[in-house]
């Protein structure tokens, strides 16, 4: 049994410190990649813009529980979890226009998420374990104390906090192995990720063409290996490799599929353009290994390479039916450690040891017109690096 709650209060003022006495704004230069200098020395007045208040609880009561019998071991758990958020974002008019303070509108919401899960375990043998799980998990629509659920003003305001939690379910089989004594242990694991209730754009000018639906569904099918421990007493191994096959089952709404129109961008012989797409940032293959050797003398020898695969960028439309695909990648790093066996040890690492160009971050808003490829920006991984460290132990 357990019991888990948190509050969260944030109260923020937004101002633009770029400003004249009068609050208007002031163009910012442009700094250089090769030799930026970001000291400003122009006008600096800080003129508030605005006030946000935000307030988020949750509160969540949970049990886990394993029965063993013989060779079967049976476990679960339940959680309930109550979650409410309010959040108000009040503007204030500049100086030049009275200063006065209007309000914002309160936005709201409030859920209550029930999950589950349920396994079992078989011991095969006292070194050899199968096992099967399943799980499903809730996450609130407004899952942040930043609720932004509401839509217009006045007679067109709309207020659609309130609506079904997001909702995955996941399948998995698998097995354990200790070998080698007990001194390496191998995993596989079969899997299946389910998302249903994600949004999608209704796409429906009735209403308002920006609005969400929650009628999106996504699928990954997924297999695990590794094997970490020691080979022998000097030989360490970790070593890991996932392939995932996610898809999109449903990337448009009900209406669209429904009823396919110009501004669904769908049509009657397409009516959901991204259905079967490769889901963006899932890469079908990934793994890492690294592998040390000590040597009798005190030296210790290791390497590592990490493989991120490609993964895409967007979801093809009726317009442009090309998804795109991030680059691959390889990253290599060495170890090295001297026992001086007088309680210091000297170690090197070395990250990126061929200095490899690579992103590990790639925002996923690319699109395309007329085959021309914009939007997005990437994060350059970390370069080449060493670091010599010293350790005493007494």
Request: glycine residues 10%; neutral net charge.
């Amino acid at each position: 049994m357990g019991a888990s709650a948190t509050q969260e209060d944030y109260r923020l003022t937004s101002a633009n410190l770029l400003r004249t006495a009068a609050g208007a704004t002031v163009a910012e230069p442009d700094i250089s990649l090769a030799n930026p200098n970001t000291d400003w020395v122009g006008q600096v007045n800080e003129i508030v813009s605005g006030r946000s208040y935000g307030d988020s609880r949750n509160l969540a009561v949970y049990a886990f529980d394993t029965i063993e019998f013989g060779q079967f071991e049976l476990n679960g758990g339940l959680r309930y979890e109550d979650v409410r958020n309010i959040f108000r974002a009040d503007t204030i008019a500049l100086p030049s226009a009275g200063g006065g303070t209007t309000p914002g509108i309160v936005q709201r919401s409030k859920e209550s998420l029930f999950s589950y899960r349920v396994g079992a375990v078989f011991k095969l043998t006292q070194d050899v374990s199968l096992y099967a799980a399943f799980a499903n998990s809730k996450t609130p629509s407004s899952a942040t104390v930043r609720a932004g659920c509401t839509t217009g003003s006045g007679a067109t305001f709309v207020n659609f906090c309130d609506v079904a939690p997001e909702t995955a379910r996941s399948y998995e089989i698998g097995a354990k192995a200790n070998l080698m004594g007990g001194k390496l242990l191998a995993t596989a694991a079969l899997f299946r990720n389910e998302r249903t209730n994600y949004r999608v754009p209704t796409n429906d000018p009735a209403t308002n063409a920006s609005f969400q639906i929650l009628d999106g569904r996504s699928r990954v099918d997924g297999v695990a290996l590794g094997l970490t421990g020691n080979i022998t007493p000097e030989w360490l191994i970790f070593a890991n490799y996932t392939y995932l096959d996610g898809k999109i089952v449903q990337g448009t709404s009900d209406s669209c599929i429904a009823n396919p129109r110009a501004t669904c961008s769908n049509s009657a012989a397409l009516p959901d353009p991204s259905k079967g797409d490769d889901l963006i940032q899932t890469p079908k293959h990934s793994g890492s290994l690294y592998t040390s050797y000590r040597l009798p003398f005190g030296l210790e020898l290791g390497y590592g390479v990490t493989y991120q695969g490609s993964f895409a960028l967007n979801q093809s439309n009726l317009a442009n039916r090309t998804q795109y695909r991030s680059d691959d990648y390889w990253v290599h790093r060495a170890f090295l450690s001297w026992n001086f066996e007088n309680g210091l040890t000297a170690q090197l690492n070395v990250q990126n040891l061929f200095d490899k160009d690579y992103y590990t971050g790639i925002r996923n808003n690319i699109s395309a017109t007329n085959g021309v490829v914009s939007g997005g920006w990437a994060a350059p991984g970390e370069g080449r690096a060493a670091r010599l460290s010293l350790f005493y132990s007494f």
